[in-house]
């Protein structure tokens, strides 16, 4: 089952998310569509922006200068809020992808669905839940790598102030992972089975999860996807169904 790919705007809020995780964030936002529209926001004269600037020649990312007038207050936001509302104005774009953890962002998420296109979120576990159920699909930084953004993210910060060294070695995360609510997938289930349908494609499956928790995802609870997820579950059994020589798993009651 082909998902509809669309043309996306990818935002990042460069004082809220990670410089090593770019390759990561593009690849997610593959999934869903072409990033044609890339952009960074922070302000470029602070040294916690160094990580972005090895990165945005890279992956093709253009840098927006926002100064911080006020302290404690964050220009980022309302720049990138501004931009997001004449790229959508400007009809260039099916979709967005916005890259932050920040509950600043909830209205923009809504005013974008409220026209009717896609939009997604790419965020730390901290984010708000608010911002992510106003997206349609958000994703977790911390599934996207090794790295703990939240550390990364301090450290950044940290080299902002004098005296004190930034390490380069990466900190691997050793969070446990959550426990599987298995009614989460009963439901998604039963949602998307018809009246005489025994085998579901699993892709339908999934839609369906996403609809319920936009933050599904298998990877948040040890499973590579959501074929291994099924499998590991003692209600369920996954078939393979084989179109075109590419494997379309369905997933059925024992």
Known sequence: MQ???FNLAVLIDGDNASARLVKEILDEVSKYGKATIRRIYGDWTTPHMNGWKEVINQYSFN?????AYTTGKNSTDSSLIIDAMDILHGNSVDGFCIVSSDSDYTGLAKRIREEGMFVMGIGRRITPLAFVQSCEIFTFAENLGEEDEAEEIKDDKKADRPNVVKSSTPKKSKRPYPKLDLRLIDRAFDISASDEE???HIAKIG??????DPSFDPRTFGFRNLTELFKSLNKYTVVRNEVNGLNYPLVKLK
Do not use: N, T, V
Request: glycine share 0%; net charge positive; hydrophobic share 35%.
């Open 198 to 200: 025994e085998e579901i």
């Open 207 to 212: 839609a369906s999860l996403r609809k319920i």
């Open 63 to 67: 840098p927006i200068q926002k100064f």
């Open 3 to 5: 998902e509809k790919k």
